[in-house]
């Protein structure tokens, strides 16, 4: 792998750590401050709103701009954000309103990282490289993110409410930096004809180019399906698992050891969704890994014990991995380069936007009929994801490599560094329209 892409992999896996640090941090200091599940959950549904509400702009951004300078600058961004809560709960103004108003600012910026990250990959590394280097940016993040994240945030929080937002602070601020040694522009040439065109313009390009594209709207509502049964089950997990009245008991460093589970899986998946494709190809791959994505959401309406549901962690984690490193992979393969960030920003619009609305209804069927029933229902949901496999079989995905490759001729762009390519970076970004 090229210099430049192990840079943007040490960047990702800090600030993966960062998003698991804050995602257990600020519902474990949201349960002292209340015990209503609906308001717990409304933390997920305020840190996942900004896909729904800023997605397609924060796309039509990031073609416009540098894609480095762009995670660089919001991770800068949500570093002062929580610098600004670590100050509030000094000062002893801790309500569940400033943490709702942090949540929904830092996803802000989110929207504007994760969209970069996403698009800076194939210009940092061949378009045959796309699977292994997908493969091991997600090792790296939801390690960090999953195995190192959650259990720093159950200590950090003991030492008191401000550490782990202190922890997450500092590690974004070195993702941040980490990006800095990383030359030449990342931002992405225009074609001709697209010079002049309006924000707004530039968003109906992407939506339309995505709906064209049955494959990816396809796997767009499958993974759209899948994020709002996770996030509804885990908008209420902590109070399900943590705390002397709760059904599992648990203390908040068991809590974050109970998420590592899902790391190891991620893990496992990482390094075996090559094998797993190899052997069963991609849409039978894509189906085990969404059954074991059901398994991860539905095994706590069955059981409180917490090494069985650990194992469908496990399982459900490596399951997750595969599924996202053949469909983000593809997505980026067949995508022109000057509309990845938006393509990118459309897709997440519908995969992720919901995501708040999952969070919300986990909170509100936990209010009207307890907790279990949420992961029971959530868990059958996921297993109808299954149904978009009739589109997405192994003959449509190849046939829509197949056409990128036909009809997309490669064009040099502005974005390759001088000096990388002696590195073995491809010396043009991907192909474009």
Same mark, same amino acid.
């Given at each position: 792998? @090229? ?15 960062? &998003? ?9 200091? /949201?349960?002292? %401050? ?31 701009? &540098?894609?480095r300078r762009a995670m660089a600058g919001a991770n800068t961004l949500r570093a002062v954000l929580l610098g600004a809560l670590v100050a509030g709960l000094l000062a002893g103004v ?5 943490? *709702? ?15 970069? /990250?996403?698009?800076?990959? !194939?210009? %940092?590394?061949?378009? &045959? ?7 091991? +940016? *997600? ?17 950090? %929080? ?15 601020? /070195? ?28 968003? %109906? ?24 049964a996770s996030n509804a089950a885990f908008a209420v997990l902590v109070v399900y698992a943590v705390g002397p009245g709760s059904a599992m008991g648990l203390s908040a460093p068991e *809590? ?34 969404? @059954? ?13 014990? !917490? ?75 996921? +297993? ?11 003959? /449509? ?37």
């Open positions: 792998m @090229t210099r430049a892409y192990r840079l943007v992999w040490s960047a990702a896996a800090l600030s993966g750590l960062a &998003d698991g640090v804050l995602k257990v941090a600020l519902p474990l200091v /949201a349960v002292g %401050v209340t015990r209503s599940p609906a308001l717990v959950a409304g933390l997920a549904f305020a840190v996942t709103l900004p896909w729904l509400l800023f997605a397609l702009p924060a796309g039509a951004f990031v073609d416009r701009v &540098d894609r801790a309500t569940i309103w400033l943490l *709702y108003l942090v949540a929904f600012c830092v996803g802000i910026a989110e929207t504007v990282h994760d969209t970069a /990250a996403q698009s800076i990959v !194939p210009q %940092v590394v061949a378009r &045959d490289r796309l699977p292994v280097a997908n493969a091991r +940016l *997600y090792a790296a993040e939801l390690t960090a993110n999953q195995f190192a994240g959650p259990p720093l945030a159950g200590a950090l %929080v003991v030492a008191g409410a401000a550490a782990p937002f202190v922890g997450a602070t500092g590690l974004w601020l /070195a993702a941040a930096a980490a990006l800095l040694p990383m030359r030449g522009s990342f931002r992405v040439a225009r074609p001709p004809d697209a010079a002049g065109a309006g924000i707004r313009a530039e968003i %109906v390009e992407g939506v339309r180019w995505l709906w064209r594209q049955r494959l990816l709207r396809t796997f767009a509502a499958m993974v759209g399906v899948s994020n709002f *809590y974050g050891w109970l998420l590592t589970a899902l790391a190891v899986g991620s893990l496992l998946g990482s390094l075996l969704s090559g094998p797993v494709v190899r052997a069963l190809g991609r849409a039978r791959g894509l189906a085990v890994a969404l @059954t074991t994505a059901a398994a991860l959401v539905g095994v706590p309406a069955l059981t409180t014990n !917490p090494f069985t549901i650990s194992a469908s962690f496990v399982v459900g984690g490596a399951g997750i991995v595969i599924a996202n490193v053949v469909m983000v992979s593809l997505r980026q393969s067949i995508t022109p380069d000057h509309l990845l960030g938006r393509v990118n920003s459309c897709y997440r619009l519908v995969a992720w936007g919901t995501m708040p609305l999952g969070a919300a209804t986990g909170g509100l069927l936990a209010e009207a009929f307890g907790v279990r029933p949420v992961f029971a229902i959530m868990g059958v949901l996921v +297993l109808t994801t299954l149904l978009g496999l009739r589109t997405a079989t192994n003959a /449509a995905m190849e046939a829509a490599e197949a056409a990128a490759d036909v009809v997309v001729p490669a064009q040099p762009t502005a974005a390759t560094p001088a000096g990388e390519d002696a590195e073995g970076r491809p010396s043009g970004a991907r192909p474009g329209t």
